[in-house]
């Protein structure tokens, strides 16, 4: 029963929002990707370490952007998950790892922070209207 | 009528008109049940309280067996049991309540304009209690989940007919945006899912319609294997697009229950129930 609903118009709609979602996932994945990368090739593996105090000021970062995103209900796990793991990356001694985690982290938050303000208008263009 | 006051009205039909966002409660319900009707001509707008058992055939027969043997109906015995029992000072949970808490839950949620927020079943038990020098229960506690499934069960058959007064359109209003408002690292909103993509599967999961989400709860969930508030389910559908969830009875979730109440106004309520 639940796959007779396609009908054409119906399909279109569902493949446009597919699509949009995927370009949305897109976007935020290759983000992090590149960030990703340019922390991995930045520079030769002796000097790739990390300042343990600049990534600590990218940890606190990402902590802010979060918390802003969290105050408009909007937080994502992800960047959560990527703070946790930067923060112990750091405490271990692993500097580059705890960089590459706390990167995504400060690079999630902010998505999410845009997320929040786009949406905050955004909304009102999916409200169903009577089709009168 | 002089020409700037006409120029003036005009300009306001020909704004309200294109650009609407309906600022009407009973606007926004009949769009989304005439929305439901176009998508599934074939199924009743009052089935959506099976949820996505109105949807899936093979899975309602499932489903209707368990039934038979009900997993909430515990609960529903407990909470009766802690539903009668009296308070410190002599009163009990009848006491707070229209008609002694029996049949009510269809009044629930309300905007209390008093206290300028939107009341829910768990949140008024919750009063209840402290009201009667009783400390507050847990929102994702057995007991909550147990006294708001017996009152639930006492009110099935009723339907529901929630009201929005002027000073309740802002919470509201509120509601409406979390549901249509995109969230989480998948960027979805509620509406993505639940209209955009209602009928249709994803991961192994037939999406339900809006309309109805209010009728059933509590409902005990296999998954969770215990009886589970409306929020909780919000919380869970908020994670499954990498958004963190909210607290059980944080403002929002209540606004949001409020805004979907109203979807389901007019529809019979038929909780506790069973879900996977």
Redesign the interface.
């Known amino acids: 029963m639940a796959r007779r609903v396609g009908s054409k118009a119906m399909n279109k709609r569902i493949k446009s929002l597919i699509s949009i979602c995927m370009i949305t996932l897109l976007a935020a994945c290759g983000d992090s990707g590149n960030q990703v990368k340019s922390a991995e090739r930045g520079q030769a593996p002796q000097e790739n370490t990390a300042p343990k105090s600049s990534v600590a000021e990218i940890i606190a970062e990402a902590e802010k952007v979060y918390a802003a995103a969290k105050e408009r209900e909007h937080a994502w796990t992800i960047t959560r998950k990527h703070i946790k793991k930067a923060r112990e990356a750091l405490s271990a001694g692993h500097t580059e790892a705890a960089l590459e985690s706390a990167e995504r982290a400060l690079s999630t938050a902010q998505a999410s922070l845009i997320q929040a303000k786009r949406e905050s208008v955004a909304w009102k263009e999916r409200v169903l209207k009577t089709s009168s | 009528m002089n020409k700037s006051m006409s120029l003036l009205a005009v300009s306001i039909f020909l704004v309200g008109g294109l650009n609407?966002?309906?600022a009407d409660p009973e606007?926004?319900r009949?769009?989304?049940s005439?929305?439901y009707e176009k998508?599934?001509p074939?199924i009743e707008l009052s089935a959506h309280k099976d949820g996505v058992y109105a949807?899936?055939?093979a899975k309602r027969e499932q489903w209707l067996e368990i039934e038979d043997f009900p997993p909430y109906e515990i609960a529903v015995d407990e909470g009766e049991a802690l539903f009668s029992i009296s308070f410190a000072n002599g009163k009990s949970y009848g006491s707070c309540f229209e008609n002694k808490g029996i049949g009510v839950k269809q009044n629930f949620p309300y905007f209390d304009i008093e206290k300028a927020e939107v009341i829910t079943l768990e949140l008024a038990i919750n009063q209840c209690r402290e009201t009667n020098g009783e400390s507050a229960l847990g929102y994702g506690s057995e007991e909550m989940g147990s006294l708001s499934a017996y009152m639930a069960f006492t009110s099935r058959g009723n339907t529901f007919a929630i009201q929005v007064p002027e000073d309740g359109m802002q919470a509201y209003e509120k509601g409406?945006?979390?549901f249509?408002?995109?969230?989480?690292?998948?960027?979805?909103?509620c509406?993505?899912c639940h209209?955009?993509?209602?009928?249709?599967?994803l991961r192994g999961e037939?999406l339900s319609a809006s309309i109805g989400h209010a009728t059933h709860w509590p409902t005990y969930r296999f998954k969770w294997e215990a009886i589970s508030s409306l929020h909780k389910r919000f919380a869970g559908c908020n994670?499954q697009v990498?958004?963190?969830g909210?607290p059980q009875q944080s403002e929002?979730y209540r606004n949001l229950e409020y805004f979907l109440t109203y979807m389901s106004n007019g529809m019979e309520l038929n909780g506790p129930a069973s879900r996977k």
């Open positions: 609407s966002v309906n606007a926004d009949l769009a989304m005439d929305f998508r599934f074939a949807l899936d055939e409406k945006q979390f249509y408002e995109r969230r989480g690292q998948l960027d979805f909103a509406s993505s209209l955009g993509l209602s009928g249709n599967m037939v994670g990498g958004a963190e909210l929002s």
